[in-house]
């Protein structure tokens, strides 16, 4: 995986928007925060809110039920538990198909 750290989408339109294509995404990382937010920003997107967060037990088994019987998993999980996350939520215009191109594009440099 090229981007350090590990990111989760999930999308919700923005009532407020005018433009039925305006959505926010959900950032969930542990590290290069800066890197993330300067290149979502010179896309033109707007980071809405930030803040840090301990991911409790229950909610890292569910978002990454996926994922309990990959090899990797303990390591992960103890990685997920050692420090807060980044919960960055971003938004714009097509935001959630956009950062999926962005990451793809932006993963060698990160």
């Known amino acids: 995986m090229g981007i350090k750290g590990i990111i989760r989408r999930h999308s919700y339109p923005r009532n407020k928007c005018e433009s039925t294509k305006c959505e926010n ?8 925060v800066g890197k993330i937010i300067k290149v979502f920003e010179q896309e033109g997107f707007c980071m809405v809110a930030m803040t840090f967060l301990w991911l409790s ?9 996926d994922l309990k019987d990959c090899s990797f998993f ?36 990160f």
């Not at 995404?25 to 290069?32: A, V, Y």
């Not at 037990?57 to 039920?65: C, K, L, P, S, V």
């Not at 050692?82 to 960055?88: L, Q």
């Not at 950062?99 to 932006?106: F, M, S, T």
């Open 25 to 32: 995404t959900f950032i969930c990382t542990k590290c290069l």
């Open 57 to 65: 037990e229950e909610y890292r088994e569910q978002q990454y039920i």
């Open 74 to 109: 303990p390591g992960m999980e103890k990685y997920m538990n050692s420090s807060p996350i980044v919960a960055i939520v971003c938004e714009g215009l097509d935001v959630v198909k956009s950062e999926i191109l962005i990451l793809r594009k932006q993963s060698s440099r």
